[in-house]
Protein backbone atom coordinates (compact mmCIF):
# COMPACT_ATOMS: atom_id res chain seq x y z
CA UNK A 1 0.00 0.00 0.00
CA UNK A 2 1.64 3.70 -1.02
CA UNK A 3 1.91 5.84 2.10
CA UNK A 4 1.50 9.40 1.75
CA UNK A 5 4.06 12.07 3.52
CA UNK A 6 3.71 15.70 4.98
CA UNK A 7 7.32 16.60 4.39
CA UNK A 8 10.16 16.40 1.32
CA UNK A 9 12.06 13.29 0.34
CA UNK A 10 15.11 12.59 2.94
CA UNK A 11 17.11 13.57 -0.07
CA UNK A 12 15.52 16.33 -0.98
CA UNK A 13 15.70 17.64 2.57
CA UNK A 14 19.59 17.23 2.81
CA UNK A 15 19.86 18.80 -0.23
CA UNK A 16 18.39 21.64 1.09
CA UNK A 17 20.25 21.38 3.97
CA UNK A 18 23.68 21.32 2.49
CA UNK A 19 22.79 24.53 0.66
CA UNK A 20 22.59 26.42 3.60
CA UNK A 21 25.68 27.63 5.11
CA UNK A 22 24.83 27.45 8.69
CA UNK A 23 23.49 23.65 8.30
CA UNK A 24 27.16 22.73 6.21
CA UNK A 25 29.08 24.68 9.19
CA UNK A 26 26.94 22.78 11.73
CA UNK A 27 27.09 19.12 9.82
CA UNK A 28 30.87 19.83 9.71
CA UNK A 29 31.35 20.24 13.53
CA UNK A 30 29.43 17.76 14.56
CA UNK A 31 30.99 15.31 12.46
CA UNK A 32 34.15 16.35 13.55
CA UNK A 33 33.31 15.87 17.45
CA UNK A 34 32.19 12.49 16.05
CA UNK A 35 35.47 11.30 14.67
CA UNK A 36 36.61 12.76 17.57
CA UNK A 37 34.99 10.78 20.03
CA UNK A 38 35.19 7.55 18.00
CA UNK A 39 38.81 7.84 17.42
CA UNK A 40 39.47 9.19 21.10
CA UNK A 41 42.12 7.09 22.23
CA UNK A 42 43.94 7.18 18.43
CA UNK A 43 43.71 11.02 18.31
CA UNK A 44 44.57 11.98 21.74
CA UNK A 45 48.22 12.25 22.88
CA UNK A 46 47.68 10.40 26.01
CA UNK A 47 46.13 6.98 24.79
CA UNK A 48 46.02 5.46 28.63
CA UNK A 49 42.16 4.92 29.86
CA UNK A 50 40.76 7.80 30.65
CA UNK A 51 43.63 9.87 29.58
CA UNK A 52 44.56 9.82 33.05
CA UNK A 53 48.52 9.80 33.33
CA UNK A 54 49.67 12.09 35.85
CA UNK A 55 52.92 14.00 36.35
CA UNK A 56 52.25 16.50 39.03
CA UNK A 57 55.79 18.00 38.28
CA UNK A 58 54.05 20.17 35.28
CA UNK A 59 51.25 20.60 36.79
CA UNK A 60 49.41 23.73 35.54
CA UNK A 61 51.55 24.38 32.06
CA UNK A 62 51.08 26.65 29.02
CA UNK A 63 49.71 26.03 26.35
CA UNK A 64 52.42 24.72 23.88
CA UNK A 65 54.72 23.26 26.86
CA UNK A 66 57.57 20.41 25.86
CA UNK A 67 59.30 18.71 28.52
CA UNK A 68 61.49 15.54 27.47
CA UNK A 69 60.66 12.23 28.77
CA UNK A 70 62.78 9.45 30.42
CA UNK A 71 60.61 6.43 29.00
CA UNK A 72 61.69 2.84 30.79
CA UNK A 73 60.03 -0.14 29.57
CA UNK A 74 57.47 -1.82 31.86
CA UNK A 75 57.71 -5.81 31.18
CA UNK A 76 54.27 -6.28 33.12
CA UNK A 77 52.40 -3.98 30.68
CA UNK A 78 51.19 -6.53 27.98
CA UNK A 79 50.41 -4.92 24.50
CA UNK A 80 46.65 -3.80 23.86
CA UNK A 81 44.97 -5.40 20.78
CA UNK A 82 43.49 -2.25 18.57
CA UNK A 83 39.80 -2.45 19.30
CA UNK A 84 40.54 -2.82 23.03
CA UNK A 85 42.50 -0.11 22.31
CA UNK A 86 39.53 1.89 20.56
CA UNK A 87 37.01 0.99 22.72
CA UNK A 88 39.17 1.57 26.59
CA UNK A 89 42.11 3.08 25.75
CA UNK A 90 45.77 1.05 26.19
CA UNK A 91 47.67 1.16 29.59
CA UNK A 92 51.33 2.53 28.81
CA UNK A 93 54.20 0.38 28.25
CA UNK A 94 56.69 2.56 29.71
CA UNK A 95 57.15 4.35 33.17
CA UNK A 96 57.42 8.32 32.31
CA UNK A 97 59.30 10.75 34.23
CA UNK A 98 60.08 14.50 33.23
CA UNK A 99 63.63 15.32 32.76
CA UNK A 100 65.71 18.34 32.45
CA UNK A 101 68.65 17.06 30.89
CA UNK A 102 70.73 13.52 30.12
CA UNK A 103 74.33 13.25 29.49
CA UNK A 104 76.31 10.15 28.98
CA UNK A 105 79.65 9.59 31.17
CA UNK A 106 81.71 6.40 31.05
CA UNK A 107 79.22 4.15 29.04
CA UNK A 108 76.08 4.93 31.06
CA UNK A 109 73.23 7.75 30.50
CA UNK A 110 72.29 9.95 33.20
CA UNK A 111 68.96 11.52 33.73
CA UNK A 112 67.61 14.98 36.10
CA UNK A 113 64.07 14.91 37.13
CA UNK A 114 62.32 17.80 36.69
CA UNK A 115 61.03 19.01 39.83
CA UNK A 116 59.94 22.74 38.51
CA UNK A 117 61.33 25.69 37.13
CA UNK A 118 64.99 25.86 38.66
CA UNK A 119 67.66 22.99 37.04
CA UNK A 120 69.90 21.13 39.48
CA UNK A 121 67.30 20.17 42.34
CA UNK A 122 66.09 16.93 40.78
CA UNK A 123 67.59 13.37 41.61
CA UNK A 124 69.90 11.80 38.99
CA UNK A 125 68.57 8.65 37.35
CA UNK A 126 71.72 6.25 35.92
CA UNK A 127 71.00 3.68 33.18
CA UNK A 128 72.93 1.28 31.42
CA UNK A 129 72.78 0.07 28.06
CA UNK A 130 71.28 -2.78 28.64
CA UNK A 131 68.53 -1.29 30.66
CA UNK A 132 65.45 -1.00 27.98
CA UNK A 133 64.14 2.87 27.95
CA UNK A 134 63.69 5.72 25.44
CA UNK A 135 63.64 9.73 25.59
CA UNK A 136 60.59 10.94 24.01
CA UNK A 137 59.69 14.99 23.67
CA UNK A 138 56.18 15.48 24.98
CA UNK A 139 54.85 19.11 23.34
CA UNK A 140 51.21 19.86 25.51
CA UNK A 141 49.03 21.64 23.05
CA UNK A 142 46.34 23.11 25.65
CA UNK A 143 49.24 22.45 28.24
CA UNK A 144 48.50 20.43 31.55
CA UNK A 145 46.00 20.70 34.24
CA UNK A 146 46.28 20.30 38.36
CA UNK A 147 47.47 17.03 38.41
CA UNK A 148 49.95 17.43 34.95
CA UNK A 149 47.67 15.35 32.59
CA UNK A 150 47.31 16.39 29.03
CA UNK A 151 44.19 19.59 28.83
CA UNK A 152 44.15 18.93 25.24
CA UNK A 153 43.38 14.57 25.83
CA UNK A 154 41.40 15.18 28.79
CA UNK A 155 39.17 17.32 26.21
CA UNK A 156 38.87 14.82 23.31
CA UNK A 157 38.43 11.83 25.51
CA UNK A 158 35.65 14.32 27.32
CA UNK A 159 33.91 14.26 23.13
CA UNK A 160 32.86 10.60 23.77
CA UNK A 161 31.07 10.99 26.91
CA UNK A 162 28.99 14.10 25.66
CA UNK A 163 28.13 12.59 22.28
CA UNK A 164 27.54 9.02 24.08
CA UNK A 165 25.24 10.80 26.70
CA UNK A 166 22.83 12.59 23.81
CA UNK A 167 22.60 9.56 21.32
CA UNK A 168 21.78 7.06 24.09
CA UNK A 169 19.94 9.58 25.81
CA UNK A 170 17.58 10.71 22.43
CA UNK A 171 16.97 6.80 21.57
CA UNK A 172 15.61 6.52 25.67
CA UNK A 173 13.38 9.37 24.96
CA UNK A 174 12.15 8.53 21.05
CA UNK A 175 11.08 4.81 22.55
CA UNK A 176 9.67 6.29 25.03
CA UNK A 177 7.78 9.56 23.50
CA UNK A 178 6.55 7.67 20.36
CA UNK A 179 4.88 4.96 22.27
CA UNK A 180 3.42 6.84 24.73
CA UNK A 181 1.93 9.40 22.17
CA UNK A 182 1.53 6.77 19.30
CA UNK A 183 -0.97 5.03 21.54
CA UNK A 184 -2.72 7.73 23.32
CA UNK A 185 -3.93 9.83 20.46
CA UNK A 186 -4.48 6.23 17.80
CA UNK A 187 -6.84 4.92 20.84
CA UNK A 188 -7.91 7.99 22.88
CA UNK A 189 -10.24 7.78 25.17
CA UNK A 190 -9.40 6.77 28.05
CA UNK A 191 -5.88 5.66 27.10
CA UNK A 192 -5.39 9.14 26.23
CA UNK A 193 -6.71 10.98 29.46
CA UNK A 194 -4.62 8.73 31.43
CA UNK A 195 -1.18 9.14 29.19
CA UNK A 196 -2.19 13.13 28.99
CA UNK A 197 -1.84 13.19 32.37
CA UNK A 198 1.56 11.61 33.10
CA UNK A 199 3.26 13.92 30.58
CA UNK A 200 1.17 16.94 31.87
CA UNK A 201 2.91 15.98 35.17
CA UNK A 202 6.06 15.41 34.41
CA UNK A 203 6.15 18.35 32.02
CA UNK A 204 5.21 20.35 35.10
CA UNK A 205 8.48 19.42 36.82
CA UNK A 206 11.07 21.57 36.16
CA UNK A 207 13.17 19.43 33.82
CA UNK A 208 17.14 19.77 36.09
CA UNK A 209 14.65 18.90 39.22
CA UNK A 210 13.61 15.83 37.40
CA UNK A 211 17.11 14.86 36.35
CA UNK A 212 18.75 15.78 39.59
CA UNK A 213 15.94 13.73 41.61
CA UNK A 214 16.66 10.37 39.15
CA UNK A 215 20.18 10.83 39.44
CA UNK A 216 19.85 10.49 43.38
CA UNK A 217 17.50 7.50 43.13
CA UNK A 218 19.58 5.75 40.39
CA UNK A 219 22.83 6.69 41.73
CA UNK A 220 26.53 8.59 40.28
CA UNK A 221 28.40 7.12 36.91
CA UNK A 222 28.37 7.03 33.28
CA UNK A 223 25.29 4.48 32.38
CA UNK A 224 23.11 6.75 35.10
CA UNK A 225 23.26 9.32 33.47
CA UNK A 226 22.45 8.54 30.03
CA UNK A 227 18.84 6.96 31.59
CA UNK A 228 18.39 10.28 33.89
CA UNK A 229 18.63 12.47 30.96
CA UNK A 230 16.67 9.98 28.35
CA UNK A 231 13.58 9.57 31.23
CA UNK A 232 13.26 13.67 31.33
CA UNK A 233 13.50 14.21 27.73
CA UNK A 234 10.63 12.05 26.02
CA UNK A 235 7.51 14.28 26.81
CA UNK A 236 8.45 16.69 23.65
CA UNK A 237 8.63 13.82 21.87
CA UNK A 238 5.39 12.49 23.14
CA UNK A 239 3.29 15.58 22.32
CA UNK A 240 4.37 16.05 18.93
CA UNK A 241 3.56 12.71 18.11
CA UNK A 242 0.25 12.51 19.64
CA UNK A 243 -0.85 15.73 17.84
CA UNK A 244 0.69 14.05 14.30
CA UNK A 245 -1.10 10.78 14.74
CA UNK A 246 -4.33 12.25 15.89
CA UNK A 247 -4.14 13.84 12.20
CA UNK A 248 -2.68 10.96 10.00
CA UNK A 249 -4.67 8.60 11.94
CA UNK A 250 -8.07 9.87 10.08
CA UNK A 251 -6.08 9.59 6.39
CA UNK A 252 -7.95 7.33 4.09
CA UNK A 253 -5.02 5.18 3.36
CA UNK A 254 -5.14 4.39 7.49
CA UNK A 255 -8.89 3.75 7.06
CA UNK A 256 -7.64 1.14 4.03
CA UNK A 257 -5.70 -0.48 6.40
CA UNK A 258 -8.20 -0.92 8.62
CA UNK A 259 -10.71 -1.79 5.96
CA UNK A 260 -8.23 -4.77 4.90
CA UNK A 261 -7.90 -6.33 8.34
CA UNK A 262 -4.60 -4.79 9.14
CA UNK A 263 -3.67 -5.04 13.54
CA UNK A 264 -3.31 -2.30 15.38
CA UNK A 265 0.25 -2.72 16.08
CA UNK A 266 1.18 -2.87 12.38
CA UNK A 267 -0.78 0.34 11.27
CA UNK A 268 0.66 2.25 13.78
CA UNK A 269 4.13 0.93 12.57
CA UNK A 270 4.05 0.14 9.60
CA UNK A 271 1.59 3.59 8.21
CA UNK A 272 1.66 5.84 10.59
CA UNK A 273 5.01 6.18 11.91
CA UNK A 274 7.02 6.61 8.75
CA UNK A 275 4.86 9.61 8.38
CA UNK A 276 6.36 11.13 11.48
CA UNK A 277 9.79 10.54 11.16
CA UNK A 278 10.54 14.19 10.32
CA UNK A 279 9.38 16.12 12.89
CA UNK A 280 10.60 13.37 15.21
CA UNK A 281 14.17 13.91 14.10
CA UNK A 282 14.09 17.85 14.09
CA UNK A 283 12.90 17.75 18.06
CA UNK A 284 15.36 15.18 18.45
CA UNK A 285 18.46 17.32 16.79
CA UNK A 286 17.26 20.01 19.19
CA UNK A 287 16.52 17.97 22.47
CA UNK A 288 20.42 16.23 21.64
CA UNK A 289 21.43 19.94 22.41
CA UNK A 290 19.71 19.55 25.50
CA UNK A 291 20.55 16.22 26.62
CA UNK A 292 24.81 17.94 26.26
CA UNK A 293 24.13 20.41 28.66
CA UNK A 294 22.41 18.05 30.96
CA UNK A 295 25.20 15.80 31.30
CA UNK A 296 27.59 19.06 31.29
CA UNK A 297 25.44 20.57 34.18
CA UNK A 298 25.38 16.92 35.97
CA UNK A 299 28.82 16.58 35.82
CA UNK A 300 29.79 20.01 36.88
CA UNK A 301 28.03 19.20 40.38
CA UNK A 302 29.64 16.03 40.67
CA UNK A 303 26.47 13.80 39.77
CA UNK A 304 27.14 12.85 36.29
CA UNK A 305 29.88 10.54 34.88
CA UNK A 306 32.83 10.23 38.10
CA UNK A 307 36.69 10.52 38.06
CA UNK A 308 38.59 9.67 36.58
CA UNK A 309 36.68 9.31 33.62
CA UNK A 310 36.89 12.71 31.53
CA UNK A 311 34.02 15.29 30.80
CA UNK A 312 33.64 18.59 29.58
CA UNK A 313 31.72 19.81 32.90
CA UNK A 314 33.68 17.66 35.56
CA UNK A 315 36.76 19.40 33.75
CA UNK A 316 35.25 23.10 34.19
CA UNK A 317 34.47 21.93 38.14
CA UNK A 318 37.73 21.00 38.53
CA UNK A 319 39.36 23.90 36.78
CA UNK A 320 36.79 26.80 37.21
CA UNK A 321 39.08 27.94 40.08
CA UNK A 322 41.70 29.23 37.94
CA UNK A 323 39.61 31.91 36.09
CA UNK A 324 40.65 34.20 37.94
CA UNK A 325 44.71 32.97 37.91
CA UNK A 326 46.46 33.29 35.03
CA UNK A 327 45.40 30.27 33.78
CA UNK A 328 41.32 30.83 32.85
CA UNK A 329 41.85 28.57 29.73
CA UNK A 330 41.79 25.53 31.58
CA UNK A 331 37.68 26.32 32.47
CA UNK A 332 37.14 28.36 29.41
CA UNK A 333 38.01 25.33 26.63
CA UNK A 334 35.95 22.73 27.81
CA UNK A 335 32.97 25.48 27.51
CA UNK A 336 34.07 26.59 24.16
CA UNK A 337 33.29 22.95 23.25
CA UNK A 338 30.20 22.80 24.66
CA UNK A 339 28.64 26.04 23.48
CA UNK A 340 30.25 24.99 19.58
CA UNK A 341 28.59 21.40 20.00
CA UNK A 342 25.54 23.03 21.64
CA UNK A 343 24.90 25.79 18.51
CA UNK A 344 25.73 22.49 16.19
CA UNK A 345 22.86 20.71 17.04
CA UNK A 346 20.64 23.99 17.22
CA UNK A 347 21.53 24.93 14.20
CA UNK A 348 20.98 21.27 12.47
CA UNK A 349 17.14 21.21 14.33
CA UNK A 350 16.55 24.88 12.64
CA UNK A 351 18.04 23.92 9.14
CA UNK A 352 15.68 20.18 9.24
CA UNK A 353 12.86 22.30 10.67
CA UNK A 354 13.12 24.75 7.27
CA UNK A 355 13.84 22.34 4.62
CA UNK A 356 10.86 19.74 6.05
CA UNK A 357 8.69 22.99 5.37
CA UNK A 358 6.63 22.63 2.56
CA UNK A 359 5.79 26.22 2.33
CA UNK A 360 9.37 26.38 1.42
Given amino acids: MKQNSNSASYSGVWKKLLKDPVGCVSLLLIGLFSVMAVGAYF ?33 SVEKTSFFRRLLYGAPSQYVSTPVYRHWKQNGREYFETY ?24 HYILGTDRYGRCLFSQLVVGT ?68 AVGLT ?9 RGQVKSIKEKEFVEAARALGY ?5 IIR ?19 TAILQEAG ?21 NYGYIILDAAYMAITPGIAIMLLVLSFIAL ?11 N
Wanted: a negative charge; zero cysteines.
Fill in 233 to 241: MWVDIARLV
Fill in 263 to 267: SDRRI
Fill in 349 to 359: GSGLRKAMDVR
Fill in 160 to 227: RVSLSVGLISILISIVIGVTLGAVAAYYGKWVDNVIMWLINVVWSIPTILLVVAITFALGKGFWQVFV
Fill in 115 to 138: TGDNPNDGDIISLSEQDDYRISKR
Fill in 298 to 318: LSFLGLGVQPPMPSWGSIIKE
Fill in 43 to 75: ISPDSTPYANEQHLEIAVKKPGFEIEMLEIRDP
Fill in 271 to 289: QILPNVVGPITVVAASNFA
